[in-house]
């Protein structure tokens, strides 16, 4: 057993009984403390995903082509998992997971200690068990629950992981205070999230085609803006006022997958359920023209393997003193 496994484990011991309560099976799973937040439609098309297909969808037949949020971020994913550095022995919570792709890599790292996802969406966190169980993982568990309020299992994680989970919170600051609460002392914070729009090609080109000349943009949901942690001078003040330090910002440059040609990409974007939003609040004729100018919209990024946009994200790391 190494020096750092050991002091690892009287930092846990120190922090469980800072938590003041007895070792968690996190298997055997823990009361759902949170109600579900119901996830509304957000502006952008890629965030809209969640509110109808939960992330998930299968465009088959003539595209033969399976796409889903995991396929459209899979160079993300990549550069994620370069950053997390997770020792096998480490407790990991993944915040806002939800199918899980990224609580799974963690376990799968985490090889002799274990993943817990946590998501608002009760069909996300459905979904997370199905495929964690299919892969045959054991070390990992999901649980039904808003992060922002739920009490967290007493035996503290070394590592918070998310992406693109962490935008959305209600009270960001109580949120990531309560996400600190969960971590050990000098347990690490590892997010991703989204530059601002301006600089992300894909929100641009399909906000445009949908938006411009046949209305305003449909509203954001105050709270629920995919870009409301793009800023670092915000990001750190939240951080701060949340008890995390050592905030640093690395800027990830990925091209986003949207299908394997205009037809696939455009019954993926088509199907976001603020795509329909943006379209159902035009005419007919109006809904003919932005239909068209996003199919416009893509064949302008269709390439030999696909259609692809490019995106500017954040990995944000912060830790507990
Ligand atoms: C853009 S999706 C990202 C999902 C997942 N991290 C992934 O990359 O596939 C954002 C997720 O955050 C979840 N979420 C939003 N607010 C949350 C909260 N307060 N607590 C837990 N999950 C939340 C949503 O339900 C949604 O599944």
Not at 41 to 46: A, T
Not at 149 to 163: K, N, V
Request: net charge neutral.
């Amino acid at each position: 057993m190494g020096r750092g496994h050991r002091r690892k484990q009287r930092e846990h011991r120190a922090d469980a009984d800072h938590h003041g309560a007895a070792a968690f099976d996190v298997f055997r799973g823990s009361p759902v403390t949170a109600h579900h937040n119901m996830v509304r439609c957000f502006r952008l098309p890629v965030q809209c995903q969640y509110a109808k297909h939960l992330g998930m969808k299968t465009v088959m037949g003539d595209h033969d082509q399976r796409i889903d949020y995991d396929a459209e971020l899979h160079r993300h994913n990549e550069a994620l998992r370069r950053t997390y550095e997770i020792e096998p022995d480490d407790r990991v919570l993944d915040i806002g997971c939800g199918a899980g792709q990224t609580t799974r890599d963690a376990a799968r790292l985490a090889s002799d200690g274990w993943a817990l996802g946590i998501d608002t969406s009760a069909d996300m966190i459905a979904r997370a068990r199905r495929l964690a169980e299919a892969e045959g993982l054991r070390n990992v568990a999901f649980e039904h629950a808003d992060v922002q309020e739920h009490r967290f299992p007493p035996e503290p994680f070394d590592l918070a992981i998310s992406r693109f989970g962490t935008m959305f919170f209600r009270d960001p600051v109580a949120a990531f205070t309560n996400i600190g609460t969960a971590l050990r002392r000098r347990g690490r914070l590892l997010m991703m999230v989204w530059q601002g729009h301006d600089r992300n090609e894909w929100s641009v080109s399909i906000d445009g085609a949908l938006g411009s000349n046949v209305g305003s943009p449909v509203p954001t949901p105050k709270g629920l803006d995919p870009f409301s942690l793009a800023d670092p001078a915000t990001v750190r003040q939240v951080l701060d006022a949340a008890g995390f330090t050592a905030v640093t910002f690395t800027d990830v440059r990925q091209a986003m997958y949207f299908g394997r040609d205009v037809a696939a990409a455009l019954e993926w974007i088509g199907g976001f359920a603020c795509t329909e939003a943006a379209l159902d609040r035009l005419d007919p004729g109006d809904r003919e023209v932005a239909r068209e100018r996003l199919r416009e919209t893509l064949a302008l990024h269709a390439r030999d393997d696909g259609v692809w946009f490019d995106s500017r994200a954040w990995i944000v790391r912060a830790s507990r003193p």
